[in-house]
């Protein structure tokens, strides 16, 4: 296929994605919910298939192809100059669609990972005679379309819902599944648009990282003359001084040294940190058009006084009298309006003064939206993502990707302070409004760090603990929070987080009467 039809096909697919609308009410049912995974994983396939094609025809690098044009041209080619630039601008265009529509591939790509991430913790694979279990990756999206064999015989798998803790389906029809990432950012309100941002810095804290390259500003004697030269390095020598001698000789001199890092995010990826902040902005965006009237009464002295405030604004904004005027005027006739329209309504005095009372909730209103609304996105992905944390093992997280595609398997001390931006206020709302089941917790980012140490000890010695109950205990030793809240948060019984309890406290301990024995021996008892 050529470029032309390449760039059709990939168009008209993910403009195929974009009419289709996913719902909740896929999540309903369980028909509904497989149409809904075999549709999204088929897409990926395709998507990853283009991508791959796209790859292969230098869409990547599209400006590679016309950085030969140049502005310096010689005598003799003067005359040809004006069609050379023509040229060249007609494939910077066409290198500018190229990369703008791999990009948009990239996008969809990373949505559709998250959004089959969130599916497959939601619901599973149950053979209902033997209580066998299959994760939905585990098999190919066609067999779950047709129906997947037991392995016992006796029949057809049947899907189930686990209603599992780490994962949160709902913000799936928030995500930019067709690459219209610009688009879904434009629909977002301003306190949703501060929030996005300020998640997309939280994802990307990147870790200090060791040095893999240097990038050097060296001088050369040649010739009887000093020479200036830049030059690449690996980490791999740590002494650049001999090995520069090495390359050009005694008569070398180092004048910079910059030290390129590897710096991991706690998101390796741009698209994902994008999809994720969209997610959950758009999510949080309906929560809080939900919840906002019963915020603001109980925020504000008069709320209806506002309400009447803003409906005076708008008809005032898009007043237009029968008279032909100029700009600068129709703004002054409509400042008159809407002042006389709020001094017949009692809010304000002839000039346009505002009450008091009124003054006052606006300015608690801009308050709730900038602080308090702000803050819910934020700590709907870092609740998600440190629960994720808490309830996975590190093998699994090193492995599966889940709902948080590209996520780092462990955090180092800087990162984990991450978790520490989550607000107690949002975290009220809400448990209050909405049905949240969040606890705040002080010292958040420690008890991940703790989470890791142990399962650092745990390597090599063959322990299989259940996950979610090692998560709730880890949180209840740790955060401080209640035995019964921890089980209720990870959906697990309180028996099993008191055995999990037991387990990590008896790590590191002899389990047995020859391991006992070994260890006064060791210690010279």
Same mark, same amino acid.
Request: with cysteine; hydrophobic share 35%; charged share 35%.
């Given at each position: 296929?050529?470029?032309?039809?390449?760039?059709?096909?990939?168009?008209?697919?993910?403009? *195929?994605?974009?009419?289709?609308?996913?719902?909740?009410?896929?999540?309903?049912?369980?028909?509904?919910?497989?149409?809904?995974?075999?549709?999204?994983?088929? &897409?990926?396939?395709?998507? $990853?298939? @283009?991508?791959?094609?796209?790859?292969?025809?230098?869409?990547?690098?599209?400006?590679?192809?016309?950085?030969?044009?140049?502005?310096?041209?010689?005598?003799?080619?003067?005359?040809?100059?004006?069609?050379?630039?023509?040229?060249? $601008?007609?494939?910077?265009?066409?290198?500018?669609?190229?990369?703008?529509?791999?990009?948009?591939?990239?996008?969809?790509? *990373?949505?559709?990972?998250?959004?089959?991430?969130?599916?497959?913790?939601?619901?599973?694979?149950?053979?209902?005679?033997?209580?066998?279990? %299959?994760?939905?990756?585990?098999?190919?999206?066609?067999?779950?379309?047709?129906?997947?064999?037991?392995?016992?015989?006796?029949?057809?798998?049947?899907?189930?819902?686990?209603?599992?803790?780490?994962?949160?389906?709902?913000?799936?029809?928030?995500?930019?599944?067709?690459?219209?990432?610009?688009?879904?950012?434009?629909?977002?309100?301003?306190?949703?648009?501060?929030?996005?941002?300020?998640?997309?810095?939280?994802?990307?804290?990147?870790?200090?990282?060791?040095?893999?390259?240097?990038?050097?500003?060296?001088?050369?004697?040649?010739?009887?003359?000093?020479?200036?030269?830049?030059?690449?390095? !690996?980490? !791999?020598?740590?002494?650049?001084?001999?090995?520069?001698?090495?390359?050009?000789?005694? &008569?070398?001199?180092?004048? %910079?040294?910059?030290?390129?890092?590897?710096?991991?995010?706690?998101?390796?990826?741009?698209?994902?940190?994008?999809?994720?902040?969209?997610?959950?902005?758009?999510?949080?965006?309906?929560?809080?058009?939900?919840?906002?009237?019963?915020?603001?009464?109980?925020?504000?002295?008069?709320? !209806?006084?506002?309400?009447?405030?803003?409906?005076? $604004?708008?008809?005032?904004?898009?007043?237009?009298?029968? @008279?032909?005027?100029?700009?600068?005027?129709?703004?002054?006739?409509?400042? $008159?309006?809407?002042?006389? %329209? @709020?001094?017949?309504?009692?809010?304000?005095?002839?000039?346009?003064?505002?009450?008091?009372?009124?003054?006052?909730?606006?300015?608690?209103?801009?308050?709730?939206?900038?602080?308090?609304?702000?803050?819910?996105?934020?700590?709907?992905?870092?609740?998600?993502?440190?629960?994720?944390?808490?309830?996975?093992?590190?093998?699994?997280?090193?492995?599966?990707?889940?709902?948080?595609?590209?996520?780092?398997?462990?955090?180092?001390?800087?990162?984990?302070?991450?978790?520490?931006?989550?607000?107690?206020?949002?975290?009220?709302?809400?448990?209050?409004?909405?049905?949240?089941?969040?606890?705040?917790? !002080?010292?958040?980012?420690?008890?991940?760090?703790?989470?890791?140490?142990?399962?650092?000890?745990?390597?090599?010695?063959?322990?299989?603990?259940?996950?979610?109950?090692?998560?709730?205990?880890?949180?209840?030793?740790?955060?401080?929070?209640?035995?019964?809240?921890?089980?209720?948060?990870?959906?697990?019984?309180?028996?099993?987080?008191?055995?999990?309890?037991?387990?990590?406290? &008896?790590?590191?301990?002899?389990?047995?009467?020859?391991?006992?024995?070994?260890? &006064?021996?060791?210690?010279?008892?």
């Amino acid at each position: 296929m050529n470029e032309s039809g390449l760039i059709a096909r990939s168009e008209r697919f993910l403009e *195929s994605i974009r009419d289709r609308k996913v719902s909740l009410d896929d999540l309903k049912s369980r028909e509904g919910f497989i149409g809904l995974y075999t549709y999204l994983r088929g &897409n990926l396939e395709e998507l $990853q298939d @283009l991508k791959e094609a796209m790859e292969l025809r230098g869409f990547k690098y599209p400006f590679r192809s016309i950085s030969g044009y140049s502005s310096q041209y010689s005598s003799e080619i003067a005359e040809d100059v004006h069609d050379i630039k023509r040229h060249a $601008q007609y494939f910077r265009m066409k290198a500018s669609a190229k990369k703008n529509l791999l990009d948009r591939v990239n996008s969809a790509i *990373s949505s559709h990972r998250i959004a089959l991430g969130n599916l497959e913790e939601y619901a599973l694979l149950r053979c209902p005679d033997c209580s066998r279990s %299959l994760r939905l990756y585990e098999v190919e999206y066609r067999d779950v379309m047709d129906g997947v064999m037991c392995p016992c015989g006796s029949g057809m798998m049947e899907v189930e819902f686990s209603g599992s803790t780490i994962c949160r389906p709902e913000i799936i029809p928030h995500l930019p599944l067709s690459g219209d990432y610009m688009v879904k950012m434009s629909e977002l309100s301003l306190w949703a648009r501060k929030a996005f941002k300020k998640i997309m810095r939280l994802l990307k804290n990147e870790k200090k990282g060791a040095v893999r390259s240097a990038t050097l500003v060296i001088k050369v004697l040649e010739d009887g003359r000093w020479i200036r030269r830049r030059i690449t390095i !690996d980490s !791999d020598d740590d002494d650049y001084e001999r090995m520069l001698r090495q390359r050009y000789g005694p &008569n070398v001199r180092i004048e %910079l040294i910059q030290f390129h890092r590897k710096k991991s995010s706690i998101i390796n990826d741009r698209y994902t940190r994008t999809a994720l902040a969209l997610g959950y902005a758009g999510l949080s965006h309906d929560i809080i058009m939900d919840i906002r009237d019963r915020v603001y009464t109980e925020k504000l002295r008069d709320y !209806d006084a506002v309400k009447r405030y803003r409906r005076i $604004q708008f008809e005032a904004r898009t007043y237009s009298p029968d @008279l032909r005027l100029s700009e600068d005027e129709l703004r002054d006739v409509r400042i $008159q309006r809407m002042h006389t %329209l @709020l001094h017949e309504a009692g809010l304000g005095d002839a000039s346009g003064r505002l009450n008091r009372e009124l003054r006052e909730d606006l300015e608690v209103m801009e308050e709730v939206k900038r602080e308090l609304f702000g803050d819910v996105p934020v700590n709907l992905v870092l609740w998600d993502v440190a629960l994720y944390y808490l309830g996975t093992s590190l093998d699994r997280r090193s492995k599966h990707s889940g709902p948080f595609p590209n996520l780092r398997p462990v955090l180092d001390r800087s990162q984990v302070r991450t978790f520490d931006e989550i607000s107690r206020e949002a975290v009220e709302l809400l448990n209050t409004c909405w049905d949240g089941g969040m606890v705040y917790i !002080d010292n958040l980012g420690d008890v991940l760090l703790k989470k890791f140490e142990i399962e650092e000890k745990m390597k090599g010695l063959h322990m299989k603990p259940n996950p979610l109950a090692f998560g709730a205990a880890v949180l209840h030793m740790e955060g401080g929070v209640d035995i019964e809240t921890c089980a209720e948060i990870f959906q697990v019984r309180v028996e099993e987080v008191l055995e999990e309890k037991r387990n990590i406290e &008896n790590l590191g301990k002899p389990s047995t009467d020859r391991a006992k024995m070994f260890l &006064n021996l060791i210690k010279g008892d």
